[in-house]
């Protein structure tokens, strides 16, 4: 039972600064989303309407509100502005708040608060730019690696143990780990079925997973997010195909499965490692 340094009364409070925080962060997912692709800085230019380049000014920027205000359109040449935005802050809200709740009511510590606020915005970078892009950037997936082993570094508990190179240790060997695994999976799939079965995205995806979560966890997220990409795949692709006119066969990403996956770990993921791994 952990002892936070806030009352009761106060969590309606608490509850609403973290949706906000959540969609605040949003909004500068949204910001990674269009430039991280693009090449273009995420902290220097600023915001801007990609069709007329009109100065987006701070009142036309409130997370959830200015999308709702402005009808969904520039103030200045009225194009739509994708409903994308809008739905990227509300679900980060939305989540941040989930894994908030999470953590108080099971009395966990935290320390847990930072690691899966990071992870979300992981997961929604690369769930989103994934879908529109077909890739996911290595600017997304080596800082993550990065953060997995100085959480690991500093924060041992949450690996179990009370020493910091232990810690570090395992957050380095299930990195490297699942790199090795993801990459012979990769190589193999593009041996056996003749083209790209797995993207090296995918497998630094992974292997970022590994060091902030655990071994564990790269596990469920691979095989939840495959079980998904087969079911839900096979269903998109009945409706609506998306065309490698470069290959010409029908592909989706993975990488929205794995995210997917991702945030359903974050939630059950005690559950899942109490049953199979006692």
Known sequence: ????????????????????????????????????????????????????????????????????????RCSECKNPITIRYFLVELITGILYLAIFYKVISNAQPLILLPVCFALIMLTICTAVIDFEHMIIPDKITYPAMVFGLINAAFFPELWGTSKHFTALLFSLGSMFGCTLIMSIFSIAGEKIFKQEALGWGDVKYMAAISACLGPTAAFFVLLIGSVAGAVIGSGLLLFSKRIDHGHGHATIPFGPFLALATVLWLFIGERFSGMFFR
């Open 1 to 72: 039972m952990y002892d936070y340094p806030f009352s009761s009364e106060l969590m309606p409070l608490w509850y609403f600064f973290v949706f906000i925080f959540g969609c605040c962060i949003g909004s500068f997912l949204n910001v990674c989303i269009w430039r991280i692709p693009r090449g273009e800085s995420i902290v220097t230019a600023p915001s801007h309407c990609p069709k007329c380049n009109h100065e987006i000014h701070w009142y036309e920027n409130i997370p959830l509100v200015s999308w709702l205000a402005l009808r969904g």
